[in-house]
């Protein structure tokens, strides 16, 4: 019989005044008994809607039967037929507005915990090493990958699991992209990122860092270089600034840097000499998860008072349920509809404050969202010693500047074909670097997408 509770099963968290004194992952997981638990909930419906709003297309219901039948080693093999990272995925992706959006279970209550289950699944395949790399047979043909996120590694292994030599070019020192210095530790901690990226390499997938297509190499040099194709995934890391008085004080970040410098390079650990301003107050501008995140780093770097300045309400709030809960139990506190103006520094040009201004609620703009308008003479100050930029990324424009046949949109976003081929023959672009600033399970399933089409492609040369 079904578990009929409306409600979701609950997964353990460690407890908030403990947490923001730390980077250890905030949510423990799901225990057996919960999990079976929870996969009772699903009714196995005939006509599977949660598929559908999965990018990947995982079959959701056969996996989480073979959870309720205690075959966990079953259910990791299922979900991994379309998904490459599904401990990532299950950590990171918005499950509430894909597969658990569609959830009939949802009608009445809550859906199923859909992202949770595969979580558990994944993780408990890590921890029993239940899983064997198979190298598949080579056909001698070579394509290159620009970039090591999430696109960049879903198109990689699709195409070595069909016997491609895949080398990808990666710029930064490290392998993962937005995985490994976009996302805080609390969030998805780096080991499970290098335990899926080894999981290629042992498959025959060559990773070269420290390679800035544009600049160390081009693209015309790779296919020179006896490449057949070449798949560009090199996301949007361009972040966007307001074009405010102020932004260039000392004391400013845009959140890349600032996650950055706190992810990747670890500012937060004693033993790390990374420069970092620790600061006291600070603001985060934007509503995203991105700004969650800079938030909730910033309190754990030992800030007092942490503002999330957002110009619309809390339900236009892009930004994820689950972490806007989590930056209010961690003491973050929202200022909701206002929007800085300027920037205010002292005589050492460090911010000492911030002007914003009231705003409301208009008619919906077009992203859907209702437009906020200014509220004349409403100016208000807040004191702090650090801004921090979270209003989005573009693509860095770098492989447009090198590549002049490559063609992009006003916003810098590669324009492809629906086979996510470029204005030039033999390149494809997926991911951030196409649609702008999404999910990490879109960029995935654009990766898979690019990897059918090079196959097919290569195959009708």
Known sequence: MPNMDPCKTQMNEIDPNVRIRNFDEVATGYTEEQAIKEAQRCLNCKNRPCVSGCPVHVPIPDFIECVVAGDFKGAYDVIKEMNAFPAICGRVCPQENQCEAKCVRGIKGESVSIGRLERFVADLNMKNQQTTSKKFLSNNRKVAVIGSGPSGLACAGDLCNMGYDVTIYEAIHTAGGVLMYGIPEFRLPKEIVKYEINKLKEIGVKIKTNIVVGRTITIDEILEAGFEAVYIATGAGLPNFMGIEGEELLGVYSANEFLTRVTLMQAYKDDYDTPILKPKNVAVVGGGNVAMDAARCAKRLGAEN?????????????????????????????????????????DEYKVNSIECIKMQLSEPDESGRKKPIEIPNSNFFVDVDCVIIAIGNSPNPLIKLTTPLIETNKKGCIIVNDDLMTTKESVYAGGDAVTGAATVILAMGAGKKAAQSIDNFIKNK
């Open 306 to 346: 942490v503002y999330i300045v957002y110009r619309r309400s809390e339900d236009e709030m892009p930004a994820r349920k689950e972490e806007v809960l989590h930056a209010k139990a961690e003491g973050i506190e929202f200022k909701l509809l206002c929007n800085p103006i300027k920037i205010v520094g002292n």
